[in-house]
């Protein structure tokens, strides 16, 4: 996938010179923020995701056949919020988006699968009860009504949510979750009915012309952030863990994405700038002593390379980075 590049339209203070600056590099972008073009940078990043999403969402409402589109991606790749954008843009099409959470489908917690160090696996398509979830598609496909599940995390359960769904003619329905291009799942649906886009987390910047920033580093700093604020948990766990939600993205993920109609990158060119300030104050709490210190030493020493923005109000409100720093306008 063929990188994004920044172009800036920049004034020169002391001559009114316009001229047009592009941004590739890491060394680029930290010398747009010293210059004060953070605003500008977000924009235009902002924009060209917008886009991106644009694209995708016309060339859906150009096929009146499509029921059902399929999101999937691997961890911290940003599906919800792109799910959520892309929402927006089918309703500027005239079209009913709606959005429906893999997650809200598994099994109660004594169905669920165990890993080979005996952990839950929630990463295994079998976490899912895909008998339901086949049997509601076919029921919505045929113009039937059905009552969605939603999945209590604190007891581990599976519970009637009270939300009835009924598709009408104009409506597309938006399934989200790291399965959504298993065929497990997917085959359920005539190959007409559906639309699968893969949501990637390629990195958007590069560290010169021969590397680039880690695309998996990327990922893990985004979800330290989450865990931290929204399940409060140490960044100790999340490292921890991240080796299993690998090892289930290698089996349950990344083999699937050949599938997709499209991909989207969700990485954004300013991100690891805005995260900087967020994610090293969380990191600071693992000690040298720690097994964890190597990975978190790593990100720290990743992280310190950028230019901070500290200033959270230039993000929008529907910045996909709001996903996992908070500020969001979506409702999660």
């Given at each position: 996938?063929?990188?994004?590049?920044?172009?800036?339209?920049?004034?020169?203070?002391?001559?009114?010179?316009?001229?047009?600056?592009?941004?590739?590099?890491?060394?680029?972008?930290?010398?747009?923020?010293?210059?004060?073009?953070s605003k500008d940078v977000i924009n235009m990043s902002e924009i060209m995701l917008d886009k991106r999403i644009d694209k995708i969402s016309d060339t859906i409402a150009a096929r009146p056949e499509?029921?059902?589109?399929?999101?999937s991606g691997p961890s911290s790749s940003g599906k919800t919020t792109f799910s959520k954008r892309l929402s927006l843009h089918l309703l500027a099409n005239k079209l009913k988006p709606f959005t429906v959470s893999l997650d809200d489908y598994f099994v109660d917690r004594s169905r669920t699968p165990r890993d080979e160090n005996g952990e839950f696996d929630y990463e295994s398509i079998y976490a899912v009860d895909l008998e339901l979830l086949h049997?509601?598609?076919?029921?919505?496909?045929?113009?039937?009504?059905?009552?969605?599940p939603r999945y209590d995390f604190p007891t581990g359960t599976s519970q009637k949510s009270g939300r009835q769904l009924h598709l009408d003619d104009d409506m597309i329905l938006i399934f989200e979750g790291i399965h959504g291009l298993n065929p497990l799942f997917t085959d359920a649906i005539a190959d007409e009915a559906k639309y699968r886009i893969y949501v990637s987390s390629l990195a958007p910047i590069e560290w010169d012309d021969n590397s680039s920033v880690s695309r998996t580093d990327s990922r893990l700093i985004r979800r330290i952030l989450r865990d931290r604020r929204y399940r409060n948990t140490s960044p100790q766990a999340t490292i921890d863990r991240w080796p299993s939600v690998r090892r289930g993205e290698e089996k349950w993920v990344f083999p699937f994405q050949q599938y997709a109609d499209t991909e989207f990158?969700?990485?954004?060119?300013?991100?690891?700038?805005?995260?900087?300030?967020?994610?090293?104050?969380?990191?600071?709490?693992?000690t040298p002593d720690q097994p964890q210190?190597?990975?978190?030493?790593?990100?720290?020493?990743?992280?310190?390379?950028?230019?901070?923005?500290d200033d959270i109000s230039l993000l929008p409100?529907?910045?996909?980075?709001?996903?996992?720093?908070?500020?969001?306008?979506?409702?999660?």
């Amino acid at each position: 996938m063929k990188r994004d590049e920044i172009f800036l339209q920049i004034e020169d203070k002391k001559t009114s010179e316009i001229r047009f600056v592009k941004l590739r590099t890491v060394d680029d972008l930290n010398r747009a923020i010293r210059e004060g073009y953070s605003k500008d940078v977000i924009n235009m990043s902002e924009i060209m995701l917008d886009k991106r999403i644009d694209k995708i969402s016309d060339t859906i409402a150009a096929r009146p056949e499509v029921k059902v589109v399929l999101v999937s991606g691997p961890s911290s790749s940003g599906k919800t919020t792109f799910s959520k954008r892309l929402s927006l843009h089918l309703l500027a099409n005239k079209l009913k988006p709606f959005t429906v959470s893999l997650d809200d489908y598994f099994v109660d917690r004594s169905r669920t699968p165990r890993d080979e160090n005996g952990e839950f696996d929630y990463e295994s398509i079998y976490a899912v009860d895909l008998e339901l979830l086949h049997q509601h598609i076919d029921i919505l496909l045929r113009g039937g009504e059905v009552e969605l599940p939603r999945y209590d995390f604190p007891t581990g359960t599976s519970q009637k949510s009270g939300r009835q769904l009924h598709l009408d003619d104009d409506m597309i329905l938006i399934f989200e979750g790291i399965h959504g291009l298993n065929p497990l799942f997917t085959d359920a649906i005539a190959d007409e009915a559906k639309y699968r886009i893969y949501v990637s987390s390629l990195a958007p910047i590069e560290w010169d012309d021969n590397s680039s920033v880690s695309r998996t580093d990327s990922r893990l700093i985004r979800r330290i952030l989450r865990d931290r604020r929204y399940r409060n948990t140490s960044p100790q766990a999340t490292i921890d863990r991240w080796p299993s939600v690998r090892r289930g993205e290698e089996k349950w993920v990344f083999p699937f994405q050949q599938y997709a109609d499209t991909e989207f990158n969700s990485v954004q060119f300013y991100e690891l700038s805005v995260l900087r300030n967020k994610v090293l104050p969380i990191l600071a709490e693992i000690t040298p002593d720690q097994p964890q210190y190597p990975t978190s030493d790593r990100l720290r020493r990743l992280l310190i390379q950028f230019e901070p923005i500290d200033d959270i109000s230039l993000l929008p409100p529907i910045s996909l980075l709001r996903e996992f720093m908070g500020g969001s306008s979506f409702r999660y």
